[in-house]
């Protein structure tokens, strides 16, 4: 089973001067000008950092004693242990006891690098980061989070959960992960997806794994790993779902995905993502959830117009019963080669955007954008950027419409790829009412 092992807390930070990175990590840099911070990623609320655009992170840690004992005692070889970072900052390079581990590109994208070598060695370690918010500053409350993972041979690196069908009869889900493996493993991985209250939901957090019967809400396969990472996709049928709806249509019944992976019949990881069983279309200037159109129409999606949020906003919305537009931005002033570059870079952030925030029911469209002002840009890459990440993000989540544009005049994508115009604010014919 994995264990987690946060590091928040006892940070100390301080703004980067020019070339200051190559020193971050060294043990014997002297920390008398640091200050203190709870955790690091959002250091324009830290005194005197406000106007700062990078800055410098050290932590020293020691292992729990639980942890180290079970570092030591050698009891299971094929243990792993990872340093993971989320949401810490835009652009950033981590280093762990003068070791340079990577870099942190994307707030919105789980970093984890295996550390099992470096924490066999004893005494007192020495986290570093250079972090640079980038062009955008996240307005949410709750932001950076550090931990040491230990799993198995195979992790779950990422995680993507989409409702490809729902109805009051039936649903089906359709869920991607990679799994990263340590070596050639007969795994097992067991899905569930249960109403987020029941009272068997979350088993794979159960040491003894006592699976309920193949059925319902339940999917069971048995692939073989490879060295490296796996990418594995599969479908759970759910019968009779209770359906999530907006508020003012009905109830938010809300389910979690537990998603386990076993080797030789011990729990490698697992993780659990929550969901709601529904879908949404856009078609003719109304929003239509469970095939219901909405009373509000097109006003019903609140504009999210900052980037992806943070788990917990996403959370409170699906309890609220809102319906999102969420902004995914792709900047081209950023890029000058081939096209098959943009369109790696498209196919990037619609694939964050799928993985971070696709199992929310609140998130009712994608909403591809350019940022504003910056750096000029030829005239013919702004229609370009937008056919590419409109098309990255039809392939990351076919399930949702695209909105694009803002004001009363919109272009919505059904997730069956047909488009209609919305048209202008003005009064209805008479022969249309």
């Known amino acids: 089973m994995s264990v987690d092992w946060s590091l928040d807390g006892d940070w100390l930070v301080r703004a980067a001067g020019h070339g200051e990175w190559r020193t971050v990590a060294d043990r014997t840099l002297d920390e008398s000008g640091w200050q203190k911070t709870a955790t690091p990623g959002r250091w324009w609320h830290d005194p005197g950092l406000g106007g700062e655009s990078a800055v410098l992170y050290r932590r020293r840690f020691d292992l729990s004693p639980d942890l180290e004992s079970q570092l030591g005692s050698g009891a299971n070889p094929d243990e792993r242990w990872w340093f993971v970072v989320n949401g810490l900052c835009e652009l950033g390079h981590l280093w762990l006891d003068g070791t340079y581990l990577g870099d942190l590109s994307g707030r919105?994208?789980?970093?984890?690098?295996?550390?099992?070598?470096?924490?066999?060695?004893?005494?007192?370690?020495?986290?570093?980061?250079?972090?640079?918010?980038?062009t955008v500053r996240v307005p949410q409350s709750a932001d950076g989070n550090v931990h040491i993972l230990r799993t198995g041979?195979?992790?779950?690196?990422?995680?993507?959960?989409?409702?490809?069908?729902?109805?009051?009869?039936?649903?089906?889900?359709?869920?991607?992960?990679?799994?990263?493996?340590?070596?050639?493993?007969?795994?097992e991985v067991t899905t569930t997806v249960l109403p987020i209250d029941d009272p068997d939901a979350g088993w794979s957090k159960d040491p003894t794994r006592q699976v309920a019967m193949l059925g319902d809400g339940l999917a069971h396969s048995e692939p073989v790993l490879a060295r490296g990472r796996n990418e594995l996709e599969w479908l759970v049928a759910l019968e009779r779902p209770s359906l999530w709806w907006p508020a003012g249509m009905g109830d938010q019944e809300q389910y979690c995905i537990?998603?386990?992976?076993?080797?030789?019949?011990?729990?490698s990881h697992a993780v659990r993502l929550p969901t709601g069983i529904r879908t949404v279309s856009i078609r003719r200037g109304s929003v239509a959830v469970n095939g219901e159109p909405h009373p509000a129409g097109l006003d019903a999606l609140e504009v999210v117009e900052h980037?992806?949020?943070?788990?917990?906003?996403?959370?409170?919305?699906?309890?609220?019963?809102?319906?999102?537009?969420?902004?995914?931005?792709?900047?081209?002033?950023?890029?000058?080669?081939?096209?098959?570059?943009?369109?790696?870079?498209?196919a990037k952030a619609a694939a964050a955007a799928a993985d971070h925030a696709g199992h929310h029911p609140s998130i009712a469209a994608w909403q591809?954008?350019?940022?504003?002002?910056?750096?000029?840009?030829?005239?013919?890459?702004?229609?370009?950027?937008?056919?590419?990440?409109?098309?990255?993000?039809r392939s990351a989540d076919p399930t949702r419409p695209l909105r694009f544009g803002s004001g009363p005049s919109r272009l919505a994508v059904s997730p069956a790829g047909r488009t209609w115009r919305a048209r202008r604010s003005q009064p209805t014919p008479a022969r249309r009412q």
């Open 108 to 134: 919105h994208t789980e970093h984890a690098f295996e550390i099992t070598d470096l924490l066999t060695r004893d005494g007192e370690h020495l986290a570093a980061v250079e972090a640079s918010h980038g």
């Open 258 to 267: 537990d998603i386990d992976i076993a080797i030789d019949g011990r729990s």
């Open 307 to 346: 980037e992806l949020s943070h788990p917990s906003a996403y959370e409170a919305a699906n309890g609220d019963g809102r319906l999102l537009c969420q902004h995914v931005t792709l900047d081209p002033s950023v890029f000058t080669g081939a096209e098959r570059g943009l369109r790696a870079l498209a």
């Open 153 to 187: 041979p195979a992790r779950i690196e990422r995680v993507r959960a989409l409702v490809i069908e729902a109805s009051f009869d039936r649903a089906v889900l359709r869920v991607a992960a990679t799994v990263d493996s340590s070596g050639t493993h007969h795994g």
């Open 368 to 393: 591809p954008v350019q940022p504003s002002g910056g750096r000029r840009r030829a005239p013919w890459i702004r229609p370009w950027a937008d056919r590419t990440i409109r098309h990255a993000m």
